[in-house]
């Protein structure tokens, strides 16, 4: 325990320092005067290990919270997860395969024509990791989880929209054409005929997809001691 408090109270502080580093250190005014003195790469860095002591408070401090139940889980909800959470995967993987330009260093990008999971949807980690976050609250259904997947979906959330606002700052009409092709809910803008699925892109997003759900299938009671396998 890290502070002498209850650990849920704790899990709240940590939880709220996770979502609250991200509008108030990166998405603020701090920003620009971190920038001048250490340089981009000066705050990337410094930011990644603000954030990296963040969340593994976080998780330290969710391992240790009790178990306050919110709701009886129904059965057929715990098949959610194996359903829906390889999609995220995909999504969060894919980011990763195609110039980006809602990623960190990749402005640069908004002139292209989106790729990949960027048709499916312009913040392919961040809606990776509120699908997946959504999807592990909705299942576990107790106030500890509520802290720990609730901070994770809003910053996700928060994030999608904070980068489109960044973005349509610095390029107005380059972020407009690229917004006119794309969508942040998954598929909006391929079904409003926007954009279209191009399958062939998409096979490394899968397989990476594929290989992530893989390992978590195998490893997942080991590492967090809960079988993802409805039983």
């Known amino acids: 325990m890290l502070l002498p408090i209850d650990p849920l109270h704790e899990?709240?502080?940590?939880?709220?320092?996770?979502?609250?580093?991200?509008?108030?250190?990166a998405g603020s005014a701090l920003r620009g005067k971190l920038v001048a003195r250490l340089g981009e790469r000066g705050f990337q860095g410094f930011f990644a290990l603000l954030s990296l002591?963040?969340?593994?408070?976080?998780?330290?401090?969710?391992?240790?919270?009790?178990?306050?139940?919110?709701?009886?889980?129904?059965?057929?909800?715990?098949w959610l997860p194996i359903a829906i959470v390889p999609f995220a995967f995909v999504l969060a993987a894919g980011a990763f395969t195609v110039p980006n330009p809602t990623s960190a260093g990749q402005e640069a990008a908004l002139g292209r024509e989106?790729?990949?999971?960027?048709?499916?949807?312009?913040?392919?980690?961040?809606v990776g990791v509120a699908l997946w976050s959504a999807l592990h609250f909705a299942v576990n259904g107790n106030?500890?989880?509520?802290?720990?997947?609730?901070?994770f979906f809003s910053t996700a959330a928060r994030g999608t929209l904070d980068i489109d606002r960044k973005r349509a700052a610095q390029s107005p009409e380059a972020f407009a054409r690229y917004r006119a092709q794309t969508?942040?809910?998954?598929?909006?803008?391929?079904?409003?005929?926007?954009?279209?699925?191009?399958?062939?892109?998409?096979?490394?997003?899968?397989?990476?997809?594929?290989?992530?759900?893989?390992?978590?299938?195998?490893?997942?009671?080991?590492?967090?001691?809960?079988?993802?396998?409805p039983r």
């Open 53 to 78: 002591a963040s969340i593994s408070w976080l998780c330290a401090a969710y391992s240790r919270a009790p178990c306050a139940p919110l709701w009886q889980t129904p059965a057929f909800a715990y």
């Open 143 to 151: 106030v500890a989880s509520a802290w720990f997947f609730g901070s």
């Open 11 to 25: 899990l709240a502080i940590a939880a709220s320092l996770w979502f609250l580093i991200h509008p108030l250190v």
């Open 114 to 126: 989106p790729r990949g999971v960027l048709r499916i949807t312009r913040h392919p980690f961040l």
């Open 183 to 229: 969508s942040i809910v998954p598929f909006v803008a391929i079904l409003g005929g926007r954009n279209r699925l191009v399958l062939r892109e998409l096979w490394l997003p899968l397989v990476l997809g594929a290989l992530l759900t893989a390992l978590l299938l195998a490893f997942h009671q080991t590492w967090f001691y809960v079988s993802p396998i």
